[in-house]
């Protein structure tokens, strides 16, 4: 008689390592190592990307800048990922479900939204160009390789070409994806006055 049926493959969050990135620490929260949440600290991309970001599995903190930095290297998520380590008493509940590929799709695009620049009264934005660090606060959630990036980016330029257009990267051996500002603010129409008679 079986007593026990192993679950086939069911990732164990202690060893984690969402798809699409490299994960270079962990710390386990204030619950301590058997119940507590797994904080990882990681960074992403095909030629792994020099700039490094936290998150907690147990709840939805997100890091990969500071106040000070709009970039975090190895040390300064590490230094996040253990104050919130130490702070947080979510018990870990396994590995975030991965999305399907419509609602990866989403993530990519909620995330152009929120880079997208705006105009303001006396600075009119530019384009912006789109890093893949851009993407790291998303990568739990997301679970995606840089090629369902780029290819959720290449979707929305065909699509949208007012949102974000491409074009030659630097180096000329690739594609770089650009968001483009909204479109500037149409002047307020002038009001007519009827004149008296
Ligand atoms: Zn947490």
């Known amino acids: 008689m079986k007593l026990f049926t192993r679950r086939a493959s069911i990732p164990d969050a202690a060893v984690w390592t969402p798809p699409g990135t490299t994960v270079v ?21 095909e030629r792994r990307c020099s700039y490094f970001a ?9 890091a990969a800048s500071t106040a000070r930095a709009s970039r975090l290297t190895e040390a300064e998520a590490a230094d996040l990922a253990n104050t919130h380590a130490v702070g947080c008493r979510a018990m870990g509940h396994g590995v ?4 399907g590929d ?5 993530i990519v695009r909620d995330r152009l939204r929120i880079l ?12 912006h160009s789109v890093l893949i660090s851009n993407f790291h606060v998303d990568r739990v959630a997301l679970q995606r390789d840089d090629a369902f990036i780029q290819q959720a980016m290449t ?20 594609t770089q994806f650009v968001i483009q500002p909204h479109p500037a603010p149409k002047p307020a129409p002038r009001r007519r006055t009827a004149s008296r008679h």
């Open 102 to 106: 419509f609602n990866a799709a989403q």
């Open 116 to 127: 997208r620049p705006r105009h303001l009264p006396a600075a009119p934005a530019s384009p």
């Open 25 to 45: 620490q962990r710390y386990r929260n204030a619950l301590g190592h058997k119940e507590g949440a797994v904080v990882l600290v990681y960074t992403a991309g």
């Open 155 to 174: 979707e929305i330029a065909r699509t949208e070409p007012d949102f974000v257009t491409t074009e030659l990267n630097f180096s000329g051996t690739g």
């Open 96 to 99: 975030p479900a991965a999305p």
């Open 54 to 62: 936290t998150a907690c599995l147990g709840c939805t903190y997100r």
